[in-house]
């Protein structure tokens, strides 16, 4: 039987910065509002914060408040910069008849109609399910694109064992992705509940550890927080370990 040898990379998510509508609590979903002065602030900590990282790839949604906090990161950075790849799957939710709407009003309707928030389905919105599914639709693309740049390079994935008819020993799998290092380094800014969705499927779908107390996944990540993820994928099957989730150390002064 043919073995396949998988590639291991890493992927840096990014919420981004602050706008008017994140401080009026309103829902923006597919409204394009700019970052605020404290969002393009937030978006330099974070670019200061990730300064050391070398990025081979740069991914945002289409939104500006995200291409902007991307272009914010990216600027603090002292390595080659990559073009920033812009993707409409990374959009945030489609929120329907509600967005612009304050949050108190969105879950009053919810309520009104028996649901609470945000598992109401206002008229034109997103279902969660589709959310989640066009998020991962964007996540399998990236892992396939990545191990077809570098599946030939297997140089940097010697250490990694190879996938076979037997399945390996979990705890071994993981500590050969944690100690093997990537062959690329991916960042990705997006919006709160979409990423929210995204990580609620690694997590609960795939089984990727949890760094911290579980409920983080019940939560928005702050504007700006950072959340990375190691990632060994063939086309076979994928691991991940998450290392950080919804970090906003880079915050705390403001």
């Known amino acids: 039987m043919r073995r396949s040898l998988p590639v291991v990379f890493s992927v840096t998510y990014g919420r981004h910065g602050e706008t008017a509508a994140n401080r009026e609590q309103r829902i923006q979903g597919h409204l394009d509002i ?6 393009e602030k937030q978006a330099t900590l974070a670019g200061k914060r990730l300064c050391k ?29 990559p073009p920033i790849k812009i993707d409409t799957k990374l959009r945030e939710r489609n929120f329907g008849s509600v967005e612009g709407l304050h949050i108190e ?10 649901f609470s928030w945000p598992h109401h389905l206002p008229p034109g919105a997103e279902s969660l399910g589709d959310l989640q599914a066009r998020m991962v639709a964007f996540f399998k693309e990236l892992c396939q694109s990545v191990y077809d740049k570098n599946k030939s390079q297997g140089e940097s994935t010697s250490d990694l064992p ?43 779908t795939l089984g990727c550890n949890l760094p911290s107390d579980p409920d983080v996944l019940n939560s928005i990540s702050p504007n700006t927080g950072i959340s990375e993820y190691l990632v060994q994928y063939s086309p076979r099957k994928y691991i991940m370990h998450c290392q950080r989730i919804h970090d906003g150390e880079h915050l705390k002064d403001l």
């Open 105 to 114: 009003e969105v879950k009053a309707r919810a309520a009104a109609e028996g």
């Open 34 to 39: 700019p970052l605020s002065s404290l969002g």
């Open 162 to 204: 190879a996938e076979d008819g037997d399945e390996a020993e979990v705890a071994g799998e993981m500590q050969s992705l944690i100690d093997c290092p990537p062959v690329e380094n991916i960042l990705i800014v997006g919006h709160g509940a979409a990423l929210k969705q995204l990580y609620t499927h690694f997590h609960t």
């Open 53 to 81: 990282s070398v990025f081979t790839r740069a991914y945002s949604s289409d939104l500006c408040r995200a291409f902007t906090t991307c272009e914010l990161i990216l600027k603090e950075n002292g390595a080659l910069i």
